[in-house]
């Protein structure tokens, strides 16, 4: 039991760093390619496949986090900007609302490096 707890604990990890690597790599050619005429090819082809593994990302981090996402496409970056507004607005309880908002200003901070007022 405990090794199938540890095996989900390292698939998050791997699977939230796999994830912000590739954020922070879309980023940094997205301001290379943004005034070019190839924009709208490298949203589809860059794009497209990084939103389906966000969210597979995001559907991993339902047991993390005892709650599922608003709707079936909801981004990570979704799920955070709802966990702060739901600690500011104090609705949830207790110590699983410190969480969810301390992990999503954890991560909103490191996102925000490569694209400003992302999350």
């Not at 699977?15 to 912000?20: D, E, G, K, N």
């Not at 954020?23 to 301001?31: D, S, V, Y």
């Not at 702060?84 to 104090?90: P, Q, S, T």
């Amino acid at each position: 039991m405990i090794d199938l707890l540890l095996q989900y604990i390292y698939l998050v990890v791997q699977s939230l760093a796999v994830l912000f690597v590739a954020f922070a790599f879309l980023m940094e050619i997205k301001t290379q390619v943004e005034r070019t005429r190839f924009y709208p090819a490298f949203r589809i082809v860059f794009g497209l496949p990084f939103v389906v593994a966000d969210c597979v990302v995001n559907y991993l981090l339902i047991p993390l986090f005892f709650d599922l996402p608003d709707h079936p496409l909801e981004l990570v970056t979704g799920r955070m900007q709802r966990y702060k507004k739901l600690y500011v607005n104090r609705q949830g309880g207790g110590w699983l609302r410190r969480w969810r908002y301390g992990f999503a200003v954890w991560l909103c901070r490191r996102l925000n490096r490569y694209d400003a007022e992302h999350c």
